[in-house]
């Protein structure tokens, strides 16, 4: 299983220097890959957890992150697709491609808050056919020399996209969700799926296995299929309920859990320890908490 973490980009440790000096650290330690998330808006009566009180866009604190980098992945889990345009989100994606030399990761969800549906006028309904459609659209502005859509919810009239991404075939694309036919869909068309942070691990074990079932069942090698699992790690007092808890060495076997379970890469986010990716934060105590936990659970220390 591979080992990687969060970039900061929620609370009072997402600054410009520690958003550099963290991925070069993270890359230093062997970490595999990077990961932001997304979030717009915190609506004033909404009741958010502090992490998504204050953040950085995801796809412009990669790009700031990949010019101090050489190696490590980058990936967004996730970005909400009804909100921006498939085809906008393309040139995004092959511009971050393109500049960090093929490092991208891009995960698709369909979002949950209807302070941000709102403010940009999108609606995630009917999730599959949306989700599906976007997918197309994506594929064939990645790889087609001349691209065209017509579906229900895109258009892309014949058109061209340059330059193109440096992977081939695009950057991966992972999808989110929680319900069973989401987890399917992510096995049959995605390169994989990518947990909620809500997640417990009981049910990313079970998710795990319908996504891999899925692909079987669509032909698709089950053991390609990517399983990325966001680590919420609670260092301190050990709860059963949380594996990454405890000591370094049990938040470690917490860690072994997940690679038992089927999951091929754990991502620590430390935006969701309050004492970092709170905005309210001290901010010289959590730079120090954050290179502490960092350093502690390093792949290759």
Known sequence: MLISCGCPVAGVWADPMSVTGFAMRAEELGYHGLWAFQRLLAGVDQELAP???SVLDPMLALTYAAARTTQIRLGVAVINLPYVSPAYLAKQASTLDVLSGGRFDLGLGTGWSEVEFAATNSDPNPRGRRTEEYLAVLATLFNDKVSAYEGEFYTVPP????????QAGGPPILLGGTAEVALRR???LAAGWVSSSRASFEEIARGTQIVRRAAEESGRDPDEVRIVVRGVVRPGLRDDSVPLSGTWEQI???AELYAEAGVTELFYDLNWD????SPDADPRAAGERAEEILTALAPNG
Do not use: C
């Open 51 to 53: 992490v998504y009180h």
């Open 159 to 166: 058109s061209s996209m340059a330059p193109a991404p440096v």
């Open 252 to 254: 470690k076997g917490g």
């Open 274 to 277: 309050p004492n970092i990716g």
């Open 186 to 188: 992510a096995g049959r």
